[in-house]
């Protein structure tokens, strides 16, 4: 993963030139509350907001192991965080990692944005990473959670109330139970991406 030094570095790059979206991958919602995992996401995507290294969010994530979209549950966390509705989008196709990368950035695209990051925790986006530059666009900017900057930032980070059921998917299936082991395999690899999505 990403040292923190690395992450660090990459930010400060970034804070020179914004870009006009982030992605951010989702994470499974269990119809609780959200973990660790989703929370500091959500409030890195903020902090980027907040400083202006990204215009807007675009979070990513269908109903893969649970009934929630996770792309609409990090969305409404996102705003009730406080950023603004018509700056946060939301991409509910995506099953994998490289599900995220590729059709939030083809959507991306598609709604006329130009420079795109791709923005997680220090783990996920360096698995992405080579994914994003060599599959997608060469472009696209890495942004790891640098884990000082967010603390300093929000000492105190709230858990506030969503109406989960706005995400809910009422035609949900387990992945599990729709793919074999090899399939989701592949999957992680980005085998299985529709390459029509989003055209």
Same mark, same amino acid.
């Given at each position: ?16 030139? !914004? ?28 902090? =980027?907001?907040? *400083? ?15 009934? +929630? ?8 966390? $996102?705003?009730? =965080?406080?950023?603004?509705?018509? *700056? ?7 099953? *994998? ?5 590729? +059709?939030? +950035?083809?959507? #991306?695209?598609?709604?006329? @944005?130009?420079?795109?990051?791709? $923005? ?15 599959? =997608?666009? %060469?472009?696209?900017?890495?942004? %790891?959670?640098?884990?000082? #900057?967010?603390?300093?930032?929000? %000492?105190?980070? %709230?858990?506030?109330?969503?109406? @989960? *059921?706005?995400?809910?998917? !009422?035609?949900?299936?387990?992945? =599990?139970?729709?793919?074999? @082991? ?15 999505? +989003?055209?």
């Amino acid at each position: 993963m990403y040292s923190q030094k690395a992450a660090s570095s990459l930010l400060s790059k970034a804070s020179t030139q !914004p870009y006009d979206v982030i992605i951010v991958p989702g994470v499974p919602f269990d119809g609780t509350k959200w973990d660790s995992t989703m929370k500091g996401r959500v409030y890195w995507s903020k902090y =980027l907001y907040d *400083h202006g290294i990204a215009k807007n969010v675009m979070y990513s994530g269908s109903a893969v192991y649970t009934p +929630y979209f996770e792309g609409k549950i990090m969305g409404l966390y $996102a705003e009730k =965080l406080g950023i603004p509705k018509e *700056h946060i989008f939301t991409e509910i196709k995506a099953e *994998h990692s490289t599900e995220n990368a590729y +059709y939030s +950035y083809k959507k #991306s695209k598609l709604l006329g @944005f130009k420079r795109i990051a791709i $923005a997680s925790d220090p783990f996920q986006t360096k698995l992405l990473k080579r994914y994003a530059k060599k599959i =997608l666009d %060469p472009s696209v900017g890495i942004l %790891p959670m640098v884990q000082d #900057s967010l603390n300093k930032a929000y %000492p105190v980070k %709230p858990n506030p109330e969503i109406d @989960f *059921h706005q995400a809910y998917d !009422p035609k949900f299936v387990s992945l =599990l139970k729709r793919e074999s @082991f090899w399939k989701r395999f592949r999957g992680t690899r980005g085998k299985n991406v529709d390459v029509k999505a +989003y055209e």
